[in-house]
């Protein structure tokens, strides 16, 4: 509470309404660096989009990258995981409830702009002392030296002493302080929504991955276990042909050692599915072993689209968020340093109050119970031993570092997409290769299978045409795997999927 009391009533000068006009017209005027958005350095066209074309398809083209890329693969479950991913993930949340920590931090910040009014009332019960500063006013006045006791022990009896009324106060922006730091303040509100859609797009692209993954491990497993059925029908036939003499125990012995050895493939690969799955239910923030029933159904093979959209450089910096994250980021540092400059300068606030204030509370209405005061304080730093310049030194090396960091994302940027379609372009030319290995190995078995069986080969020939076989299809479904999660991480890399943040935002933070 403002505790001026003037000795007698005066009117507000012109002069105060000069300095109040005066201020108001010159907040207009913002001190610091205007911020200029950063063009971001990318080519013309991508180097990886040369022309690699999709199996049955034809390749990548520059249209608009799909916003719900993970529906281009055609498995309804994995739309479903990714659905419940993106609205119940725990990170997802902590960078909603982030978000929303940094509006509420803009709104504190923009309250500033506002006059601040608050009413006041107050009751105390006092007593003045007989023997301090009363008796200077006592003697002050020429009070008789027979009347001076008396007039003291009035004045020092107890009494009541009631306030009401209201003060107000309200800060002139005359360099911009406040202004610039609610412009910085929108802009780290800007980032933390770009970190939320960063971490909804890694969020989508990880549940994407570890389905891919885990139905090539389903996969695998398949193989493996069909490989242990065909093991155990040729160790059969191995044993029956031994007993009558048409093959020796060594081809017995080979067989049993090759059925062993599929056998020991599928602890591995059913470890590993389990691991996969709960690390699908740790992303959907489900208890392990929660989807094992849901994902226990046949694999579906991935289905690569024909054509992927990649869109053209320009657009990357407009799409991914993290260099939108840190475009925000370098703009709340220059609005950073325009605060620190305005600290440099005084700071005129305008003050007013009015109290009503009487020994009995029936009087607070009475006019003349009142008392009031009005007019502009100055506060201008003068020494600080350097403080503030140092501060402006920092915010402007906080602001190169900003610049910087974009500049190195944008780099990254560039370097994750060119690489996510230089692996996506070589696992095409790998996976065509593969399908023409299996093929042929498949023929090749058979041949060799035709052959033992009537007699015009030994053992070792279908043995190892049909462990060429297996070869063949393992490497074909590592392939479809990896040419998935390699599509994954190009439509990471390009910033596709993260428009689902604003959908789920509101569910994430309750």
Same mark, same amino acid.
């Given at each position: 509470m403002n505790t001026f009391l003037f000795s007698r009533t005066r009117r507000v000068g012109p002069g105060v309404l000069s300095i109040a006009a005066s201020s108001v017209l010159l907040a207009?005027?913002?001190?610091?660096?205007?911020? $200029?958005?950063?063009?971001?350095?990318?080519?013309?066209?991508?180097?990886?989009?040369?022309?690699?074309?999709?199996?049955?398809?034809?390749?990548v083209e520059t249209a608009a990258v799909q916003t719900r890329w993970w529906g281009e693969f055609g498995d309804p479950l994995l739309v479903e995981l990714v659905e419940r991913a993106s609205a119940a993930n725990l990170d997802v949340q902590l960078a909603a409830l982030r978000v929303a920590q940094s509006r509420a931090q803009r709104d504190i910040v923009a309250g500033n702009r506002a006059p601040n009014v608050a009413a006041v009332g107050s009751y105390q019960r006092q007593r003045q002392s007989e023997l301090g500063s009363g008796t200077r006013l006592v003697d002050a006045i020429g009070a008789?030296?027979?009347?001076?006791?008396?007039?003291?022990?009035?004045?020092? #009896?107890?009494?009541?002493?009631? &306030?009401?009324?209201?003060?107000a106060s309200w800060e002139l922006d005359l360099w911009g302080r406040v202004q610039r730091a609610v412009e910085s303040a929108n802009a780290t509100l800007a980032a933390s929504r770009e970190d939320l859609h960063a971490a909804q797009l890694s969020l989508i692209a990880e549940v994407a991955r570890v389905y891919f993954e885990l139905r090539g491990v389903q996969e695998q497993l398949r193989i493996a276990r069909d490989d242990v059925q065909a093991s155990e029908t040729a160790l059969q036939l191995a044993e029956s042909r031994a007993q009558g003499g048409l093959v020796t125990q060594l081809d017995v012995s080979s067989q049993r050692a090759?059925?062993?050895?599929?056998?020991? &493939?599928?602890?591995?690969? #059913?470890? $590993? &599915?389990?691991r996969l799955m709960n690390a699908l239910a740790l992303l959907l923030a489900e208890e392990p072993g929660a989807l094992e029933q849901r994902l226990a159904a046949a694999p579906a093979q991935p289905r690569v689209p024909a054509i992927v959209s990649i869109g053209v450089p320009s657009q990357i910096a407009r799409r991914r968020p993290d260099i939108r994250g840190a475009e925000s980021r370098l703009q709340a540092a220059t609005a950073e340093v325009g605060v620190a400059v305005a600290d440099l300068y005084p700071r005129i606030t305008l003050t007013a109050g009015f109290m009503s204030e009487a020994l009995h509370a029936g009087d607070l209405g009475e006019w003349a119970a009142r008392q009031w005061h009005v007019g502009p304080s100055l506060?201008?730093?003068?020494? #600080?031993?350097?403080?503030?310049?140092?501060?402006? #030194?920092?915010?402007?090396?906080?602001?190169?570092?900003?610049?910087?960091?974009?500049?190195? /994302?944008?780099?990254?940027?560039?370097?994750?997409?060119?690489?996510?379609?230089?692996?996506?372009?070589?696992?095409?030319?790998?996976?065509?290769?593969?399908?023409?290995?299996?093929?042929?190995?498949?023929?090749?078995?058979?041949?060799? /299978?035709?052959?033992?069986?009537?007699?015009? /080969?030994?053992?070792?020939v279908p043995l190892d045409a049909q462990r060429t076989m297996l070869q063949s299809e393992r490497a074909l479904a590592e392939s479809r795997t990896a040419m998935a999660t390699h599509l994954v991480s190009l439509y990471k890399a390009l910033g596709g999927g993260w428009e689902l943040a604003d959908e789920h935002a509101a569910a994430a933070m309750r």
């Open positions: 207009a005027c913002a001190v610091g660096p205007e911020y $200029q958005a950063p063009q971001a350095e990318l080519p013309a066209q991508w180097d990886g989009a040369a022309a690699e074309s999709a199996p049955g398809g034809s390749g008789p030296a027979d009347q001076r006791a008396a007039i003291i022990d009035v004045l020092s #009896e107890p009494h009541d002493v009631f &306030q009401a009324g209201f003060d090759r059925l062993a050895d599929a056998r020991a &493939q599928l602890p591995r690969l #059913e470890h $590993q &599915q389990a506060h201008l730093p003068i020494f #600080e031993g350097g403080r503030r310049r140092s501060v402006v #030194e920092l915010r402007k090396l906080q602001q190169q570092e900003a610049a910087v960091s974009y500049q190195r /994302t944008v780099l990254r940027a560039w370097h994750e997409i060119e690489d996510a379609l230089d692996a996506y372009a070589a696992e095409q030319r790998r996976h065509r290769e593969l399908l023409v290995a299996v093929a042929s190995s498949r023929d090749a078995y058979e041949i060799a /299978t035709l052959h033992y069986q009537h007699g015009m /080969t030994n053992f070792l």
